[in-house]
């Protein structure tokens, strides 16, 4: 999707020459872009934001994206959102030596736009198992003095009020566990199509690695460290591994702050031993 030009106010991304990529290093379709960059070798000039400290908010960021969210891909001056429509992009305008990561056949094809459609319908699941599991809620929770600054950003935007409808709810209550085992669900649906799927093919479409790789491996990779049992996928968890062995698959997928990544270990004990893990909460359902 491309921002129309009169509705980018922050007009120095017009001057941009060749490929500009705003992101944060911690976010899942971020980190969907990036990997496709890396593994089709595409050169591009990275602009990395922090999600956490609120940049995607400042007059600034709007500029670029209203609906204030990574990644935002800037192409000669051009301002293209939304990570799916992104790797088709790429994939299909930007010549590099690698092979297409979009299937020819057109009922592949469709299957792929599909799956991706399915994985960005799980965002806000995704979101849930990501912020419920992985760290302390007052490391990732949004103040109120925030969610009333975005709420009047955003006011036109209606997934921007659903999302502040989604932070002041985690906010007052955290994750309930019935919201737990219903994201985790929602996830364990798709997981299952996925397993059908490597049943008669290497990759997700066949014998190539495809944008269906790079996207589900982004998911797999945060409900595993939220404590999701991808094990019990056995194919999938094959899968995981083997892609995860790929350094833009493991690189692109770390952490930005390494104090994070032993915050999370501790926390993860923590809840093992206070017996509310993911996992706990599924085995009760
Ligand atoms: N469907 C969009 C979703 C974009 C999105 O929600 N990005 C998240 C990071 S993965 C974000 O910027 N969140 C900021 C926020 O919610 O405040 C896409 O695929 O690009």
């Not at 929770?141 to 999302?163: C, D, F, M, T, V």
């Not at 998911?219 to 094990?231: F, H």
């Amino acid at each position: 999707m491309i921002i129309p030009d009169e509705q980018v106010t922050t007009t120095e991304v017009q001057s941009w020459k060749g490929l500009h990529l705003i992101h944060f290093q911690s976010s899942s379709c971020s980190q969907k872009v990036r990997i496709l960059l890396r593994e089709k070798g595409i050169d591009y000039t990275g602009h990395p934001i922090d999600l956490g400290a609120e940049e995607h908010v400042s007059p600034w960021f709007l500029g670029i994206n209203p609906r204030g969210v990574v990644p935002i891909l800037v192409h000669d001056g051009v301002v293209h959102v939304e990570s799916n429509d992104i790797l088709e992009y790429l994939d299909s305008e930007i010549p590099s030596g690698e092979q297409s990561f979009f299937p020819a056949d057109q009922a592949e094809r469709r299957f792929v736009v599909e799956n991706l459609e399915l994985e960005d319908s799980l965002h806000m699941d995704l979101r849930t198992l990501t912020m419920g599991f992985i760290f302390p809620r007052r490391f990732v929770e949004k103040s109120e003095k925030i969610l009333e600054r975005w709420e009047n950003e955003g006011a036109s935007n209606p997934k921007r009020a659903l999302e502040v409808k989604w932070w002041r709810d985690f906010a007052r209550e955290g994750v309930r566990p019935e919201r737990a085992r219903a994201s985790a669900e929602a996830h364990r649906k798709a997981f299952t199509i996925l397993e059908e799927r490597l049943e008669s093919s290497e990759w997700l479409i066949g014998k190539r690695i495809s944008v269906l790789d790079i996207a589900w491996f982004i998911t797999t990779t945060r409900v595993q460290n939220a404590g999701y049992p991808l094990s019990d996928h056995s194919r999938l968890f094959a899968w995981h591994q083997e892609l995860a062995q790929r350094p833009a698959f493991r690189e692109e997928t770390q952490d930005a702050f390494p104090i994070r990544s032993l915050i999370a270990p501790a926390y993860r004990i923590f809840r093992r031993i206070q017996g509310t893990t993911l996992a706990d909460m599924i085995a009760v359902s």
